[in-house]
């Protein structure tokens, strides 16, 4: 986990699209109406909440963005309502106004954590005199944006997506896409695309195999310039189709499906947060699935802060994929992160009683790259190197400290007296040492240069040692 990842104070965001006023009548229900065979709802409790592109633009201000949507609204209380929902969450309207067209609603009555039954008010504004007033608000905004979000429920406001999408690329901003329809020629040149499966086989038909999957979104990619398309699959997962890289997986993080409502808007707006710091399409999708998990196990449209996803994302880190494992264990975990295409750090010690100086380096060397593994020497290679009355903690206690150390994703173990073993079997990207050593005297360095890696020194923090910590402490006996 990276948490800087997840530092957007100076990202700036713009999205488009049909924006919608998500109304929720809340009551309880008791009794039979005498009228028709229907329950009868007592509503006590009247809720607005936005909807739609507007749901977008709320995830992504819960996640400390700043914010600008832009839209088409009608000319009345609705509009007005959703508006006042917006700003109170810091989104920056910028909507175009229709004098024939009402603001979309939907209106959702629900009664003991159930939805009964959703009305529907709209029309498409596809035919809107005023549509192409939205191009002006996009080529405005979109100068001062990171990324740019155009999303799509087929409602007519991005009938010009296309040249909306090529305003976007002359001014050189990302734009990610959540589509609808039945032509996604319409999204020629978006950086990314992010169908559900449904949307995806109305494009290009039935995937009877995972094969054929495979083989359709890597050419669908392709025919419309797409650097990337993300298509999400339900309990199935998430695939991510990458211009030169192999098919990226991931598994559903939803445990308990309570409400689907609003998943799409969080995946593409973590999506696209995350993609601002990272700039890796692979990570932005792992921090999005994790986003949309939480909000699936949530009533009604949901979203998530920055600080949830960052308590998500560590609690992952915990599970057995990261923490202590076995060489062999290891091996098997690099292999997946390598054909992510993550890059591996390592690096090696005794480390037998941990310090401040210890943690300044983990953090120095996990910043090179995006897995830290820390190989220990066992208790039989300390003796070796440092003499009989060492180490002062066994293995699994210095390998239990080194597993809570934020920066760390794995710890593992070797027995010689050298990590040479290891990090020919691991094979890492980059070989760390702490310390004053001359590259071609490190062990393991002739190995990982050979292999296309790097090789860094970084510098240990003054004033900590273990054997002076030692000697203090016998000092005061």
């Not at 990276?2 to 006023?21: A, P, T």
């Not at 507007?54 to 009345?76: E, W």
Request: net charge negative.
């Amino acid at each position: 986990m990276n948490s800087s990842y997840l530092n957007f104070q100076d990202k700036h965001i713009l999205v488009v699209g049909d924006v919608m006023l998500d109304r929720y009548w809340h009551g309880g229900t008791s009794r039979i109406s005498p009228e028709a065979p229907v329950q009868v709802v007592k509503i006590s409790n009247i809720e607005d909440r936005p909807g739609g592109a507007a749901n977008v633009a709320l995830g992504l201000a819960q996640l400390g963005v700043k914010v600008t949507l832009a839209g088409i609204v009608g000319n009345d209380e609705n509009a007005e309502a959703l508006t006042s929902c917006l700003e109170k969450a810091g989104v920056a309207c910028q909507f175009v106004v229709s004098d024939t067209c009402p603001t979309i609603t939907k209106l959702r009555l629900m009664s003991r954590h159930q939805q009964l039954i959703r009305m529907d008010f709209e029309e498409s504004f596809a035919e809107f005199e005023q549509n192409d007033g939205l191009n002006d608000v996009v080529s405005l905004a979109a100068r001062e944006a990171d990324a740019v979000i155009f999303s799509d429920y087929a409602k007519g406001t991005l009938v010009n997506v296309r040249e909306l999408i090529s305003i976007v690329n002359r001014i050189g901003v990302p734009s990610f896409i959540d589509p609808k329809g039945k032509d996604f020629s319409i999204y020629e040149g978006a950086t990314l695309v992010k169908p559900n499966l449904l949307e995806f086989e109305l494009i290009v038909g039935k995937c009877n195999t995972e094969q054929e999957l495979l083989e359709k979104g890597e050419a669908l990619r392709k025919a419309f310039g797409w650097q990337a398309l993300l298509v999400t699959r339900g309990e199935d997962g998430l695939v991510l189709f990458e211009a030169d890289k192999p098919p990226f997986f991931l598994a559903t993080a939803a445990k308990e499906v309570f409400d689907v409502t609003g998943a799409g808007d969080t995946v593409i707006s973590a999506l696209t947060a995350v993609y601002t710091t990272s700039k890796r399409f692979v990570d932005a999708v792992d921090y999005a699935n994790q986003a949309a998990g939480y909000v699936i196990g949530k009533l009604g449209t949901a979203s998530i802060t920055a600080q949830q996803l960052e308590a998500l994302m560590y609690a992952r880190t915990r599970t057995t994929n990261f923490g202590v494992l076995s060489p062999e264990e290891l091996l098997e975990q690099l292999k997946l992160a390598q054909l992510n295409g993550e890059k591996i750090v390592f690096t090696n010690g005794c480390f037998d009683i941990l310090h401040p100086g210890h943690i300044a380096y983990m953090k120095q060397a996990k910043a090179l790259g995006d897995r830290l593994i820390v190989a220990v020497n066992t208790d039989a290679s300390v003796k070796r190197l440092k003499g009989e009355l060492r180490p002062i903690n066994d293995l699994q206690h210095r390998m239990a400290v080194l597993e809570g150390v934020g920066a760390i994703d794995w710890v593992t173990w070797f027995d010689e007296d050298t990590p040479e073993k290891i990090i020919k079997a691991l094979s890492p990207d980059v070989l760390v040492k702490g310390g004053d050593y001359e590259i071609d005297a490190i062990v393991g360095a002739d190995h990982v240069l050979g292999n296309g890696g790097e090789v860094k020194v970084l510098t240990f923090v003054d004033g900590y040692s273990t054997t002076s910590i030692i000697e203090k402490v016998n000092a005061s006996e």
